[in-house]
């Protein structure tokens, strides 16, 4: 499926959002941070706050009805659920993979620290937006943008990305079209 011209939302819309039961038509719980599977970079639900548990609890992006800029529409809170419930994600979970802060690195050098990213709705990270180091803040290009495409491997430590320079000798190998 193509993304061009779907709309990307920041990572800032999926915080602290008011998860709304259908049934009862009032505030469940608070939808606090998302949970990233770092190894498709798909948005699977968000870590809860409740006050009928006293730990965190899960809401499954697929149990999701409907979505507003600061809420989340459930059938009930019976919706959310203890990690522990949730075998089948039971690796993604244990992982807390953290997004915002990964360093991110091509095979020759550190980029920078990922300070933000995109999605679109069907809750796939698009793109990183990469604060660069301190030494190159003043550069015209202080923040990058990797799109999905140019990812190679995500770890719990950093992010590869593919590196788009040319060396000095290097031979470009574009394909120029016959005449």
């Not at 919706?79 to 993604?92: G, N, Q, T």
Request: glycine share 4%; net charge negative; with cysteine.
């Amino acid at each position: 499926m193509s993304y061009t011209g779907a709309m990307l939302k920041l990572s800032a819309s999926l915080m602290n959002l008011k998860v709304l039961s259908l049934r009862t038509n009032g505030t469940v719980a608070i939808a606090a941070e998302p949970i990233i599977n770092p190894h498709n970079l798909r948005i699977l639900g968000w870590w809860c706050q409740s006050p009928m548990s006293p730990s965190n609890l899960v809401l499954l992006a697929s149990d999701v009805r409907d979505r507003s800029a600061s809420e989340l529409a459930i059938n009930d809170e019976e919706d959310l659920s203890d990690p522990a419930e949730l075998v089948r994600h039971k690796d993604i979970l244990d992982i807390n993979f953290e997004l915002i802060g990964k360093t991110v690195k091509t095979k020759r050098h550190k980029l920078g620290k990922v300070n933000d990213y995109s999605y679109t709705e069907d809750m796939l990270v698009r793109k990183l937006y990469v604060e660069r180091p301190i030494t190159k803040v003043f550069a015209a290009d202080d923040t990058l943008i990797i799109d999905r495409s140019q990812i190679i491997e995500v770890t719990n430590n950093w992010i590869l990305v593919k590196d788009t320079d040319i060396k000095a000798g290097e031979t470009s190998r574009i394909a120029v079209p016959a005449a």
